[in-house]
């Protein structure tokens, strides 16, 4: 019976659905994957009640629900840390990172590939790991 508050748009809504489905709370209709909506969940045992809001909000009214499942970003804003303060985190194995992508016109310019490479390096992946102590995870 608890309240919980999952991210109103698609994605966001989706694979806060697959990590209720991965701690056991929920099980999500076989062909459902990241776009899974409420109307998704086949099995409810614990009759949660899920509300999808705007994801900025989340952590504003974490204190008025039972559960919220946050985007990183926005819990990082709203001084939380996500590697202490979550019960269920997605792991390191995550399929949902960030891509650098460019349009086919730009993808070869000096410019990108200059990017790409910093974005690759060894001094990124050393800050990432210590700013966000664990809660961001360099892709490599």
């Known amino acids: 019976g608890a309240n919980v508050v999952i991210p109103n748009?698609?994605?966001?809504?989706?694979?806060?659905l697959l990590l209720l489905q991965k701690a056991g709370l929920i099980t999500l209709k076989d062909d459902a994957g990241i776009t899974a909506t409420a109307r998704d969940i086949a099995e409810n045992p614990k009759s949660i009640k899920i509300r999808e809001l705007e994801a900025a909000t989340l952590a504003r009214v974490l204190t008025q629900v039972d559960l919220a499942l946050i985007n990183t970003n926005y819990a990082l804003?709203?001084?939380?840390n996500?590697?202490?303060d979550a019960?269920?985190?997605e792991g390191n194995d995550s399929p949902?990172?960030?891509i650098l992508v460019a349009r086919p016109d730009n993808k070869d310019s000096a410019a990108m590939q200059k990017l790409a490479k910093a974005l690759n390096s060894a001094e990124v992946k050393a800050f990432i790991q210590e700013k966000y102590q664990g809660a961001v995870v360099p892709a490599f």
């Open 82 to 84: 996500p590697t202490q």
């Open 87 to 89: 019960l269920i985190i």
């Open 9 to 16: 748009d698609a994605t966001n809504g989706g694979r806060a």
């Open 96 to 98: 949902y990172v960030n």
């Open 77 to 80: 804003e709203a001084k939380l």
